[in-house]
């Protein structure tokens, strides 16, 4: 089946960099996305990476290497208000949608 | 506001209820989608909608009843809910189902507890 794996949990604090880590399994891979949820809001689309390397956006990196089945969000200069979850999410076998990771809580602390 | 709004914010409904949920967008977006979302698990695909047309139903229980009357609105219809079903219950909007570069557009949600 298909699936995505993510680290539940990460702790980080002001200012630092952290990495959020995420394996698929999908069939027909169409590339990889991210979404951020703040407590109580919408998830709001972060990033796409269709091909291998770096995308920059901002402090947000989101990286994907196609042949280990892997990518990771990379998020600099922390800020408390990056406290939130992240979701890494594929298309579904069937091609009609998005699949979701189980989401990452990152917690940043001052 | 993200471009999708969905009403209610909070449901509370018995089991033997019927109630409604709405999701309204306008942004042109021709592809709408319901996920349910529960605690510690990934968000669950329910329906798609394409051009008003479903493309996928999820393996959903026949309690949850999707209506799509035109591109800018997705109802998503309840009769005879189990505790279980207890969730938030996410619309979502895209240019069409195969533009995951520019990202799907979420509603902040419905938040539905079955007592």
């Known amino acids: 089946g298909q699936s995505l794996e993510q680290p539940s949990e990460v702790t980080a604090v002001e200012g630092a960099i952290v990495q959020i880590n995420c394996t698929y399994q999908t069939s027909g891979f169409y590339g990889l996305s991210w979404y951020q949820q703040h407590d109580g809001g919408a998830p709001t689309f972060l990033s796409y990476?269709?091909?291998?390397g770096l995308e920059e956006t901002g402090r947000f990196s989101s990286f994907l290497s196609r042949s280990d089945s892997y990518g990771y969000l990379l998020l600099q200069e922390l800020q408390m208000k990056d406290s939130a979850s992240y979701f890494c999410?594929?298309?579904?076998?069937?091609?009609?949608?998005?699949?979701f990771g189980k989401g990452t809580t990152l917690s940043v602390s001052s | 506001e993200t471009g999708v709004t969905q009403t209610p914010r909070h449901l509370v409904m018995g089991m033997t209820n019927k109630k409604s949920l709405k999701c309204e967008q306008h942004?042109?977006?021709?592809?709408m989608y319901w996920y349910k979302q529960s605690a510690k698990k990934p968000l669950e695909l329910m329906f798609v909608?394409?051009?008003?047309?479903?493309?996928e139903n999820n393996s959903v229980p026949s309690r949850f009843s999707p209506e799509c009357p035109n591109s800018s609105h997705l109802f998503l219809h309840l009769h005879t809910l189990q505790p279980e079903d207890s969730a938030l219950y996410l619309c979502?909007?895209?240019?069409?189902?195969?533009?995951?570069?520019?990202?799907?557009?979420f509603g902040s949600g419905t938040r539905l507890t079955v007592v």
């Open positions: 942004l042109g977006h021709n592809a």
């Open positions: 990476n269709a091909l291998d």
């Open positions: 999410a594929s298309r579904n076998q069937a091609g009609t949608a998005l699949i």
């Open positions: 909608y394409s051009l008003e047309e479903r493309v």
């Open positions: 979502a909007s895209s240019q069409d189902r195969n533009s995951f570069n520019y990202g799907y557009t």
